[in-house]
């Protein structure tokens, strides 16, 4: 006779399976090797069917720092978490679009997905897959997401922490708080060729492909091409960028500072030199935040120009 899973098995076996996550592990202050603990008992949840996953309602797994995890541990010692509804995929965003989001998809069990918070000021994702179990995917995703935001805190004085937004086949927050768009706005500003005045071209930037090396293309709102190139991930809180632009002398290069995410995509300001002069560009601000931004680099691009 094959038996069905209910609702409720299926209940009972994903809150023994992320209770072993939560509340199993005991880790030392400053260490992420979460220690690994007999399997559950409990029957395993049936696994949501191609494209969809499991909205899991359960208390932030958030740590601040290495330390905190502990403490982590122990807050959730005895929760159970509950299935809220099935989601389909393309409503989650940075899962459907993103290369971490498509990476969490295709690669294999046990896996977890981390975010830096808040990710307005925290540029980092941080994906781990094929773990022996749910327990150490959660340690090795928060370790990565960790370690990568620590030189960030210390750099810019800035409070990043990183929490699990995924397991397996489980989704422990909103769709909506998981926004991704490979379409931002551009700002790509030049000193004239008369001397002092300064030209700006506001611009779609399209961001692509996988991580390290993401393709970029400038182009106009009628879908004319301006620059190509690639941005290639840095240290921490920094990515190189290499464009090639016609109308401007040909190759630009320059390191540019990303501020945060904005929809999952990294924002912020280079200054890009080559044979052509030197060129600011503003990636990801909005109208308001580049007037804002603007002070701070333009003078520097002037400076260089003389």
Do not use: W
């Not at 006779?1 to 209770?19: D, E, F, Q, S």
């Not at 935001?149 to 409070?159: E, K, Q, Y």
């Not at 991704?180 to 060729?193: E, F, G, K």
């Not at 030209?199 to 301006?226: K, M």
């Amino acid at each position: 006779m094959t038996m069905r899973h209910t609702p409720l098995a299926r209940l009972a076996g994903l809150a023994a399976v992320l209770a072993a996550v939560l509340a199993a592990a005991c880790t030392q202050p400053g260490s992420l090797a979460l220690p690994e603990a007999p399997a559950p008992r409990a029957e395993s949840p049936a696994v949501p069917p191609p494209g969809q996953i499991d909205r899991v309602r359960v208390s932030r797994l958030y740590a601040a720092d290495a330390g905190q995890v502990q403490g982590m541990m122990r807050r959730f010692d005895g929760l159970e978490p509950e299935i809220l509804r099935r989601v389909r995929v393309n409503e989650v965003d940075l899962l459907l679009a993103s290369p971490e989001g498509r990476r969490y998809r295709e690669e294999p069990f046990h896996k977890a997905l981390a975010v830096a918070e808040p990710p307005e000021t925290c540029p980092v994702i941080a994906v781990s897959t094929g773990a022996e179990s749910p327990r150490a995917a959660v340690g090795t995703a928060l370790s990565q997401c960790l370690a990568a935001v620590a030189p960030l805190n210390r750099a810019r004085g800035t409070d990043c922490g990183c929490e699990v937004v995924a397991i397996d086949t489980a989704l422990l927050v909103e769709p909506e708080a998981l926004p991704y768009r490979d379409r931002l706005q551009a700002h790509l500003v030049r000193q004239a060729r008369n001397g002092g005045m300064l030209n700006r071209q506001v611009l779609i930037a399209s961001v692509t492909t996988e991580p390290p090396a993401h393709a970029i293309r400038l182009s106009t709102a009628r879908g004319e091409t301006v620059c190509t190139g690639e941005m290639t991930d840095g240290a921490p809180g920094e990515a190189k960028i290499a464009l090639d632009c016609p109308d401007l002398g040909g190759r630009l290069t320059g390191d540019m500072r990303v501020e945060g995410f904005r929809d999952g995509r990294p924002y912020g300001a280079a200054l890009l030199s080559g044979a052509g002069g030197r060129v600011a560009l503003f990636l990801g601000y909005s109208e308001t935040e580049y007037r804002e931004a603007r002070a701070s680099l333009l003078p520097r691009l002037l400076a260089a120009a003389r």
